[in-house]
């Protein structure tokens, strides 16, 4: 593939012509420029038409004027670069044409290096081409700095390409070669500080690992917590509702019995209970628990008996029992109507009415 661009091989850069390449060396004193497939980059700001040919340069567009959004050309604008010399000025050109030099395109060859250090990177693995770039990128100086070049670049697309220069670019000499000794304790030097590189960046993922295994298991820790406080406060709440839903049954049920007592009484000739008199306050049933004695139960039971054994005693006779039964309900409802009555709190047995209305048992009952 032809290239499309020139990359200076002492700082990375991109170049579209020649001409770009003469005033980037002029500019910084570079001098090792390679053909390159890698296209230069060719961003448009969408507001005012500026071309950025680097992500740095659009950053920098963006904060001095805001622009954000921008187009890449890359592709439209990239094109076989030529690598003819452009026509120098009449002074140049005489300098050229005295100096016997044509203007045609310079022929591009695979730079010269240092073929012990080349045999020696060789030696260590590297591929031919890998080594030649590296050699030529380091600045052809020593194998160390080849070394170093090719760990900063290994992840290069264009690694393992061999690079072309121009025929009279210069390559500076290199230093004197080492013994074979020292070339055995320098690529153990290499090999023993790559291996360090390599477990420093290892013990360092291991780092990171470790803060993002602990910061998971805290966020576990906390969603664990937020569920079984959400967990407990479900059960709280589900035995609230039961409670309130028994309190609503006993309630209802307690409704049903004061309605069934109230329809006893009302069918006994009864009169209803008073609410108040019914559901004493408690400090008011204190009260009386503390000052009044407490009621003999002897004259319940005498009655419970007495009542028990009347009709055990006249089976046969239903219709007087029943009688005497209602006669007794009556006498208590006078009394409980108008307990103030002094007439309705005493019986005369001698009344013909009370002994037409009642049996010889109830007398002895009474």
């Known amino acids: 593939m032809a290239g499309v661009s020139l990359k200076c091989g002492d700082c990375g850069a991109l170049l579209k012509s020649v001409e770009e390449a003469q005033e980037h060396a002029e500019l ?12 230069v980059l060719n961003l448009i700001c969408t507001v005012c038409s500026k071309p950025c040919r680097s992500k740095t340069e659009s950053d920098l567009h963006t904060k001095r004027t805001g622009h954000t959004e921008f187009v890449d050309k890359t592709s ?21 044409d005295a100096s016997g030099s044509s203007s045609q395109p310079q022929e591009m060859i695979a730079p010269e290096v240092d073929k ?17 770039r590296a050699l030529h990128y380091s600045g052809n100086t020593s194998l160390e700095a080849a070394v170093n070049w090719v ?7 264009d690694i393992d390409e061999m690079p072309l220069v121009p025929v009279n ?9 080492l013994t074979p000794e020292e070339m055995k304790i320098k690529a153990q030097e290499l090999r023993e500080r790559a291996r360090k590189k390599k477990e420093e960046e290892e013990k360092r993922m291991e780092r990171e690992k470790e803060k993002e295994r602990i910061r998971v298991g805290k966020e576990l820790l906390e969603a664990k917590r937020i569920e079984e406080e959400n967990e407990r406060k479900r059960i709280l709440a589900l035995r609230r509702a039961e409670k309130e839903e028994e309190q609503r049954a006993r309630e209802k049920i ?11 009484r009302r069918k006994l000739g009864l009169p209803p209970e008073d609410p108040a008199a019914v559901k004493p306050s408690a400090s008011v049933v204190q009260e009386k628990k503390t000052f009044l004695p407490v009621k003999p139960v ?21 219709a007087k029992v029943k009688r005497a039964f209602q006669t007794l309900l009556t006498y208590i409802g006078n009394v409980a ?13 001698t009344n013909p009415s009370f002994q037409h209305w009642t049996v010889l048992g109830s007398m002895l009952c009474s």
């Open 28 to 39: 910084t004193s570079h001098s090792n420029f390679s053909e390159s497939t890698e296209a």
């Open 76 to 96: 439209e604008a990239a094109k076989p670069i030529s690598l003819e010399v452009p026509k120098a000025t009449d002074e140049s050109q005489e300098v050229v």
């Open 116 to 132: 012990k250090l080349l045999e020696e990177l060789e030696a260590m693995g590297f591929p031919t081409a890998r080594a030649t």
């Open 151 to 157: 760990v900063e670049h290994e992840n290069d697309s």
């Open 169 to 177: 670019t210069k390559v500076e000499a290199p230093k004197p070669s």
């Open 254 to 264: 307690r409704q049903k019995l004061e309605e069934d007592k109230a329809e006893r």
């Open 298 to 318: 002897t004259k319940v039971e005498q009655m419970r008996e007495c009542l028990r054994s009347l009709k055990q005693n006249h089976k046969d006779e239903d």
């Open 337 to 349: 109507k108008s307990p103030d009555e002094e007439k309705f709190r005493k019986i005369r047995l």
